[in-house]
């Protein structure tokens, strides 16, 4: 039942609704974080303590990516599994660093080249030596690096070997996380990040074979080393963090793991229907808008009202503009570029040259 689920869902003929929901809650838990220093600002300085752990929705949407692209690579060929990644990556990020420029040019003072907003529009700017246009945009790039692994992995037929792989990246995980080696690592992974991948891979794959104890086992140190590396990061994310708020990261990214471990076996499940799924398809383009563009907002109404109603305000115009990006934009544009990519790829197929 499991396994037929799972291959109707990497055909897009089923959804995970559950975490279309998550994904949206994860991403406004990165918003409140990354406008936690107006709270201080604000008579709801109370609010700042719970803010501070927001940033956790970066490790979770990790741990996502690993759930639903290993779904999406099922029975897929390196070509529309490619394909299928730049249709669902790049219209919104187009509308969403479209916007920052607006944006920028409206209220801001940095200067943009159009080679940076160009390279930008790549999400390969930072192997260019290029700045980010937005700090956020960072995570695109490492989930980058995890897709072209996984194209690689099909391309040369290895995806379904998931036990070698799996274990030799695990396995180069856990000696990066000792002795920061393989230095290059990072070029084709991010190797801090790693272990949230690989948990969400397993979970996947759990979400298949159940009962697999091999997955269950690298499941079980991905968690631990994912904990772990939580754990070291606290203060690069929550400089005033105390010796409880490092146990309280560790528990909720454990909590990570037993949800989707819980919804992997079939435990944790609800109803389908549109709303859960239009703040899915919200979420990725609100957290694209909401730290550069939604600071420059912020920072503008508080020249005439509380930083409060200011940050209200621009909440509420942020999950507006992610709806008209999804609506008008993503909707648009994604079926024009999938039936472009796969007349190329019909092309490259049938080409007896390029046999």
């Known amino acids: 039942m499991a396994h037929n689920k799972l291959e109707n869902i990497s055909k897009g003929e089923g959804r995970f609704y559950l975490l279309d929901l998550l994904r949206f809650f994860a991403a406004m838990a990165v918003v409140f974080y990354h406008y936690s220093i107006y709270f201080e600002q604000s008579d709801f300085c109370g609010l700042i303590k719970l803010t501070y752990f927001g940033y956790l929705g970066v490790p979770f949407f990790f741990i996502l990516s690993g759930f639903v692209i290993t779904s999406s690579a099922l029975n897929r060929d390196p070509l529309r599994f490619a394909l299928s990644r730049v249709v669902r990556l790049y219209p919104a990020f187009w509308g969403g660093l479209l916007f920052a420029v607006c944006i920028n040019f409206a209220l801001g003072d940095r200067l943009f080249t159009f080679k940076e907003v160009l390279l930008n529009a790549t999400i390969l700017n930072d192997y260019l030596g290029v700045r980010n246009i937005d700090d956020v945009f960072w995570t695109l790039q490492a989930e980058l690096k995890f897709y072209g692994c996984v194209f690689l992995l099909l391309t040369f037929n290895l995806f379904k070997s998931f036990y070698y792989w799996l274990t030799g990246w695990l396995s180069l995980a856990i000696l990066h996380y000792f002795t920061s080696e393989p230095s290059a690592m990072g070029i084709f992974i991010n190797p801090s990040y790693s272990f949230y991948f690989i948990g969400g891979v397993c979970c996947c794959l759990i979400h298949k074979y159940r009962g697999d104890i091999r997955l269950i086992l690298m499941l079980c140190i ?7 590396a939580a754990f070291g990061q606290v203060n690069s994310f929550y400089p005033s963090a105390n010796e409880a708020d490092h146990i309280i ?9 037993v949800l989707f471990y819980l919804f992997a076996i079939g435990k944790m499940t609800i109803n389908p229907f549109y709303g859960v799924r239009f703040l899915g398809a919200i979420s990725y383009p609100l957290y694209l808008i909401h730290n550069f563009s939604g600071k420059l907002i912020i920072n503008e109404l508080i020249l005439f009202t509380s930083t409060f109603t200011a940050v ?3 909440i509420f115009l942020i999950l507006l503009v992610s709806a008209f990006i999804h609506l008008f934009i993503e909707k648009k544009l994604a079926p024009l570029l999938n039936k472009v990519g796969n007349k190329l790829i019909h092309f490259l197929v049938s080409s007896p040259k390029l046999k």
């Open 249 to 257: 990261v560790m528990l909720v990214v454990l909590s990570f793991y």
């Open 312 to 314: 209200c305000i621009t």
């Open 222 to 228: 991905a968690t631990v080393f994912s904990m772990l």
